[in-house]
């Protein structure tokens, strides 16, 4: 069955959206012209849509054919601008083809161009490393021109470049090398003329006598560079000694004459009367000069604090100083011996004169030990050779020489007439007095800082030439006396002398009048066993035992038999009673009771000893001694006990 046609187009219409974009655009251009909805208007509905169309196309087309004909004044104008475009590419071509000659030249003049600023580049750094400057020269050679700091970096700067032209010597640039060489060292002399002739003038402002002068660091630097030119070098050292050293001298004397400025310090001099402050005053005065004199010399030549300060002497600097540095220190050492060698003069005459006129032997021993003190101390700034030094040990020489001189005269006046030994047997006045004189010297000795072993050689000679003369003298005297009382009288003497030696120096004589002491110790325990064998009655028997014939019996000696040694022994109890008193009343005399006490008991110890063989030998049945117990009185166990109790 076939469907209606209105119904097919009126379900489509109803069935289709209002919202639908098309419709809406539709329904809105139709809106335009359809503006009343009549009867007729609806029948011509598409006629009206179709005409509106058409009116449509033909406004599209004259504005289409307006856009047609801008594009067509656009191609004219195109043709005609590449018709202008093409006549210049022509012309372009033909320019290109007459400049292509210009423009190669232009490269190759470019080229050329680096090329000639490269070697201009190396030109200005040959020049730079091997050439001074207008302004170095002048630095360097013009005599109106001061030096300063800058001169040395000239100077370097030259040296650097004579240093340099070796490398150049072993290219194909020998020709260069050898006539920058040749320039530069007639720059170098000239500079190192001028440096030293400023030199000169700068060492005779080095005037001042205590040398406590700043130096420049222009003056180091100059000393630095002059050390690479030994003749100038070796001048100014020769100049700076000539007006060191008359200044130094110029003050020692003033010091001497003057004294200081105003008056003070008073002169030297004015204490010519007192010998040992004088001789201090001269010695101290010298010793600060050497220390502040070295110390200036030192600042003078040392290259070590002014690299540090400075900081700018490079390490393969060739203005640097030799690497030795005990080159340095010989250098100062040589100054410091030229510089001080005109004090030595007026020194030594000045304490030759106060020896010739002392002569008192503490005074110059005292002398001689403060000018060792000073030697010692001085030689350790200056040279042990140096011309101070060896005056100072002379002049030590001299003064221990009056010294024993004095001493000499001394001893020979105690030999002449010898004192006689006093009635206690004690120490003679001289005695004393020398050993007084003696203590002050030794107490002079101890202050001179020397030490124990080498005081024990250095106060050695001194001890004999005082000692030996008095023991002499002692000896003389007791020429008289028993041989008992002058061995008590040299033990006196000796052990005097013994007790001042305290000090560490005088240890060997101690030892030595130890021994002495000991000699005369066991003369007298000899003497004294004697007496005490005599007093006890049993000297002849410990005789007849010493003398018998082995073969004898001891009781067939005469008056050995049992009855005579039991008489005998029969007394000792009363000497026994007294033997300690005895003793010590005969041993009064010796002045050290350690003496007296030791020799009192060993010379019971040897009483006990004699009596213990006496009774040993009368119990030995060889002797035919009846009875033994009967005759001896006491045993020898007893009689050491009562002897010691006492």
């Known amino acids: 069955m076939t469907a209606n046609p209105l119904s097919a187009k009126l379900t489509k219409l109803l069935s289709s959206s209002l919202d639908d974009p098309k419709l809406r655009t539709s329904l809105t251009a139709l809106s335009e012209f359809y503006s009343v909805n009549a009867v007729n208007s609806r029948h011509n509905l598409r006629g009206d849509i179709e005409r509106r169309g058409t009116e449509v196309n033909y406004q599209f ?18 043709n005609i ?6 006549e210049m590419q022509d012309r372009l071509n033909l320019a290109n083809d007459k400049t292509v000659t210009l423009l190669e030249q232009t490269d190759a003049l470019r080229e050329q161009s680096n090329i000639c600023e490269v070697r201009q580049t190396i030109l200005e750094a040959f020049l730079d490393r091997f050439t001074l400057s207008e302004s170095e020269i002048t630095i360097l050679c013009s005599t109106a021109v001061d030096v300063t700091p800058v001169f040395f970096d000239a100077l370097e700067h030259l040296e650097k470049i004579h240093a340099d032209c070796n490398a150049l010597l072993i290219t194909e640039h020998q020709r260069a090398g050898l006539e920058i060489m040749d320039s530069m060292r007639t720059y170098r002399s000239i500079s190192y003329d001028k440096l030293y002739r400023w030199m000169q003038t700068e060492c005779r402002t080095m005037s001042r006598p ?23 070098f070796r001048s100014i050292l020769e100049e700076l000694v000539h007006v060191r050293r008359n200044s130094i001298l110029r ?39 050497v220390a502040s004199e070295r110390e200036f010399l030192e600042s003078l030549l040392d290259r070590e604090r002014q690299v540090k300060r400075n900081g700018h002497v490079p390490k393969d600097s060739p203005l640097r100083l030799v690497e030795d540095e005990v080159s340095d220190a010989d250098i100062v050492a040589s100054l410091l011996d030229k510089n001080l060698e005109g004090t030595t003069r007026p020194l030594k005459s000045r304490v030759e004169q106060v020896l010739v006129s002392q002569g008192n032997a503490i005074v110059a021993f005292k002398i001689s030990n403060l000018i060792k003190f000073y030697s010692s101390t001085i030689d350790r700034a200056i040279e042990p050779k140096a011309a101070l030094s060896r005056t100072l ?108 030696l305290v000090y560490p120096f005088t240890k060997n004589k101690v030892a030595e009048l130890e021994k002495q002491i000991q000699e005369y110790v066991e ?8 007496v005490l064998l005599k007093q006890s ?60 006490k030791a020799i009192s008991s060993q010379n019971l110890k040897m009483f006990v000893d004699a009596y213990r063989r006496l009774c040993e030998a009368i119990e030995d049945p060889a002797n035919q001694y009846e009875f033994p117990a009967t005759i001896l009185v006491r045993t020898a166990d007893e009689v050491e006990m009562v002897l010691v109790e006492q």
């Open 61 to 78: 087309l004259k504005e289409l054919e307006k856009v047609n004909n801008q594009f067509l004044e656009l191609e004219s104008e195109m």
């Open 537 to 596: 009655g049993i000297a002849p028997m410990i005789q007849a035992m010493a003398t018998k014939d082995e073969k004898t019996p001891l009781s067939s000696v005469p008056n050995m038999d049992g009855a005579s040694i039991t008489a005998i022994l029969a007394r000792m109890d009363h000497f026994l009673g007294s033997a300690s008193l005895d003793l010590s009343s005969w041993l009064s005399k010796i002045v050290s009771s350690r003496l007296a």
């Open 210 to 232: 205590d040398g406590m002068m700043e130096v420049r660091e222009v003056t180091k630097k100059a000393i630095q560079a002059l050390k690479q030119d030994d003749p100038f």
């Open 393 to 500: 040990h002379e002049i030590s020489e001299s003064s221990m020489q009056v010294f024993f001189e004095a001493i000499g005269r001394q001893s020979a006046e105690l030999l002449r007439r010898p004192d006689a030994p006093p009635s206690d047997l004690g120490p003679p006045p001289a005695m004393k007095e020398t050993v007084t004189q003696l203590k002050e010297i030794m107490k002079s000795f101890d202050t001179s800082f020397v030490q124990v072993d080498e005081g024990n050689q250095d106060f050695a000679p001194i001890l004999r030439a005082v000692i030996e003369p008095l023991f002499q003298m002692c000896e003389i005297g007791a020429a008289n006396l028993s041989v008992f009382n002058r061995a008590i009288y040299m033990m006196n003497c000796l052990h005097y002398v013994q007790s001042a």
């Open 251 to 289: 003050a020692f004397v003033d010091a001497l004459t003057r004294g200081g400025p105003g008056g003070t310090p008073r002169p030297i001099e004015l204490h010519a009367h007192d010998p040992l402050r004088y001789i201090g005053d001269m010695l101290a005065w010298l010793h600060q000069t």
């Open 81 to 86: 601008m590449n018709t202008l475009c093409q």
């Open 523 to 530: 003369i007298v325990v000899d003497e004294q066993h004697m």
